[in-house]
């Protein structure tokens, strides 16, 4: 039985579209009623406000509604499965949330005097702890807000390093298969990109890589495992050329989840590396709070790191936030992301070294086990075993007419969100599938059973004109993405004017 049915009222069962707040404006509606202000001689003299300041009128029930709906649209990791490659769309542990929320961790101030905080100075220096131990470097930089902004600080600490040397230099050398921020961030700070090419195994091409150093090389900018999924099986002897030319080796740590317990970074010659708290370390990306990407420093980086930092002096915590030195400037207002320290604190200190070990394992135990299911129909791009995610190409829809694009809007129809598409860039039509420990078997081999059956129904040719237009069960179908990057419009004009709220 094959009933389609248009309801009655567009929704589609419990999914039903939404305006915005706006549209659903009730001029003088409200969600309180507050008395009528007193006829008081007005303090404010000319600066009084004169009209309303244009909110729309809605009643509580109507934002809650409002609200809970669009929720309701959205994809989250409390959802379903999350196989967004590179960004390690982990669980979040209710014991985190739990602790971060504590009277005294929720509430504390970053201005409240330091004798009134010296719990929460101790778990900052115990965090900063565990992140020097578990990557065996020398010093670690708590502000930055996220990896990029990680990546700059590590940058801005090389680029002082040179500079205190009176040579500034000019190249910074990165892998083609570099996120974009690695990039970006080397030309912020002011240096020429030189783009490495990979080898045929998906990894830095050694040849290339030292035909390209010399004295004017600031350093390299390197992930690993890297965005092929792929440890970098060179990186030792990577990191004694780089030094070997004077330049410094920074590491993007995204990927860290891969190895962490396993590999100690610092052991591999590197001398800067962001740790994205919200990857490795389970604390939520954007929305239920920010990220925050720490990064630690070798021995030879540690004088540049930025302030402030927690000393521990007669027994007391002391938040240091001056200090005489070539250090770069602060990266962020006050202490960081200080309540994603306290659920990677938790999440670190109710796994225990052995447990986070353990977490590597699992992920890339997950990884390969959906590469070794999929591969005869979706081949990884390069020969196995992967790291902590899987890379494939679009071999697998050849001569099909369906692509990435169109397999990961299917997927949406599935009910899972889709994988990273189109990165790295140098693989074609790539689909980057991080599935991380925290996915059960039964979640994994349902995800596979989807991808199988989609790439089937691709290559039996007969769905093609669904493929192209899908998703289809969504409250927004496929979107112009050409047009929303090349014309956005990122404000939104009433068709006919809002009218002024009451006063
Ligand atoms: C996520 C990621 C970044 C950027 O980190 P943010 O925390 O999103 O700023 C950089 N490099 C790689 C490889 C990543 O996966």
Redesign the pocket.
Known sequence: MNIERTTISGARGLDRDEPLSFEQDAPGRTGVDLPAAPDAPDRLGGLRRQGGIGLPGLAEPQVVRHFVRLSRMNYAIDYGLYPLG???MKHNPRLNERLARLPGIGDVHPMQPQSTTQGVLRLMSELAHWLTELTGMATVAMTP???????MCGMMAIRAAHEARGEPRKRVLVPES?????PATAAICGYEVDSIPATADGRVDMAAFEAKLGPDVAGLML?NPN?CGLFERDIIRIAELIHGVGGYFYC?G??FNAIVGKVRPGDLGIDAM?I?L??TFSTP?GGGGP???PVVFSEALAPYAPLPKVVQRDGRYELIEQEDGPRVGRMKGFHGQFGMFVRALAYMQSHGRDGLKQVAEDAVLNANYVMEKLKDLLPPAYPGPCMHEVLVSDRGLDGTGVETMDLAKALIDEGYHPMTVYFPLIVHGAMLIEPTETETRETLDSFIRVMRGLVEQARAGDEAAYFKAAPVMTPRRRLDETLAARKPVLRWVPEAPVAEAAE
Do not use: V
Request: charged share 10%.
């Open positions: 590179s960004c390690t807000g996220a990896g990029a902004q990680g990546e570099a996120h974009g921020t690695n992930t965005t993007d995204a990927n962001h994205n919200h990857k990306h990220g925050s990407g």
